[in-house]
């Protein structure tokens, strides 16, 4: 049905790749666009390897997507509906000036953040509203796992089982083990840019700033564990207190492990985290650049990992029977499960398939719509069928409060 094509070709990319491969009556053809080439000639071959019967047809291309010419170029020649951002956060805006200027609908799972200012926030995309809308054409935003689902599972909360939401908890568990000392699940700059920031949680119409990590509780995420969950600011809960006003506090809990914690103290200590370029050697470096360079790529953490993901919101107000009421939506995933399916860890494998669901609506016409939109501004039942279909199935939980005030 539909020419799209992906950019990026990281731990996400690959499985937005091979989920578009299985469900092939959607994408027919796809252009797997990146930095390192040899990286989506990989993903291809596997493709070819593990899933020969998909009717997709895959190529690959080199693109720098911070270069609005060059992007323009590669969707002119390619000539399709849609582009699939999982680069980094970086390219964003360049991709969205060059999804304008070639007529085609956009897609990413991660808001726009400047390289040089350790800072993220949707208003510079929320900017392009009227260019897209005036356009005719869709720009859909943060649509992988959280950012992404956990939006649809609040929309779900509000159009199924409350009347008004007044505390909304997003938490996210990664219970599994990979093996190595330190080493992240998603790109490490991004990540640890995200953890070493100040936290945030929205209360009573104002932001609450934290220092890094400060809060914490035990959480008991179900079928997987208790685990020790800090108070993080993540990118949706920007759009789901703008758009459900009702909310007075809402939260983002991430688990982390000790290990984890000390090998972040001692890298942040030594000034390994640092956005801030040196000289070194005549040439300047940002520490955190180079630590990248150090550290497991994502994607290579998948075979062997053990455990599971558990992510899912609790929301906590007035039923619809007008009776206060707390209740849980979410999915776990187990890592093994993913690498035998797509070469993948949870993570990659959570964040990928939202991706490929949220195309799919866009284009099958489920959520098209000309603008600027939030997930949870869009209908989650679909969503939620695709999720069960796609290998992310959803459960819900009524009347017990696993996260407390
Ligand atoms: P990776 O670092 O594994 O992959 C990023 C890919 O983008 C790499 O292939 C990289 O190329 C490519 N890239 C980087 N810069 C450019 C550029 N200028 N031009 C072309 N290609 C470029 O990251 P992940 O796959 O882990 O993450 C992808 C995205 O998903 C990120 O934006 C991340 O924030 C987001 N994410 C969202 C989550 C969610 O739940 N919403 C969860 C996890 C991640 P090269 O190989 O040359 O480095």
Request: charged share 20%; with cysteine; proline share 5%.
């Amino acid at each position: 049905m539909s020419k799209v094509i992906i950019i990026g070709a990281g731990g996400v990319a690959n499985v937005v790749a091979k989920k578009c491969a299985q469900n092939d009556s959607v994408f027919t053809e796809v252009l797997i666009a990146t930095r390192t080439v040899a990286k989506a000639d990989k993903i291809v071959a596997e493709i070819k390897e593990h899933m020969p019967d998909s009717r997709a047809v895959f190529t690959t291309a080199t693109v720098d997507a911070d270069n609005v010419p060059e992007l323009v170029k590669l969707i002119q020649d390619f000539g399709p509906k849609m582009v699939i951002n999982v680069a980094l956060p970086y390219q964003d805006l360049t991709i969205m000036d060059a999804c304008l200027e070639t007529g085609v609908h956009y897609l990413d799972t991660a808001n726009y953040e400047p390289k040089d200012v350790a800072k993220f926030e949707y208003s510079w995309q929320w900017a392009y509203q009227d260019r897209f809308r005036e356009k005719g054409l869709m720009a859909l935003l943060g649509c992988g796992f959280d950012p992404g689902a956990t939006q649809a599972f609040t929309a779900h909360h509000a159009k199924h089982h409350f009347q008004e939401i007044h505390y909304l908890d997003i938490v996210d568990c990664n219970n599994g083990n990979h093996g190595k000392a330190f080493a992240t699940n998603f790109n490490p700059e991004i990540n640890i840019r995200e953890i070493t920031a100040n936290g945030r949680y929205w209360e009573n119409g104002q932001w609450v700033e934290t220092q890094p990590l400060e809060i914490s509780q035990d959480i008991y995420y179900p079928k997987v564990a208790t685990r020790k969950s800090f108070v993080l600011y993540h990118e949706e809960l920007e759009s789901l207190v703008k758009h459900f006003p009702t909310i007075k506090r809402a939260r983002f809990w991430m688990t982390f492990g000790e290990a984890y914690i000390k090998h972040l103290n001692v890298l942040e200590g030594i000034g390994m985290t640092s956005i801030e370029p040196i000289n070194f050697r005549g040439m300047k470096v940002a520490p955190i650049e180079f630590l990248k360079a150090v550290l497991p790529a994502p994607e290579s953490l998948a075979a062997g990992y053990s455990g599971q993901t558990c992510i899912g919101v609790q929301a906590k107000g007035i039923g619809k029977d007008g009776q206060p009421k707390v209740h849980f939506v979410y999915n776990v995933k187990d890592h093994a499960d993913c690498y035998r399916e797509v070469q993948a860890q949870g993570v990659s494998y959570t964040t990928g398939v939202p991706a490929m669901i949220g195309a799919m609506l866009m284009l099958n016409g489920d959520w098209m719509q000309p603008g600027v939109w939030n997930v949870e501004q869009l209908d989650p039942d679909p969503f939620f069928d695709a999720m069960n279909k796609w290998g992310l199935p959803i459960s819900e939980l009524a009347d017990i409060e696993l996260v407390k005030d």
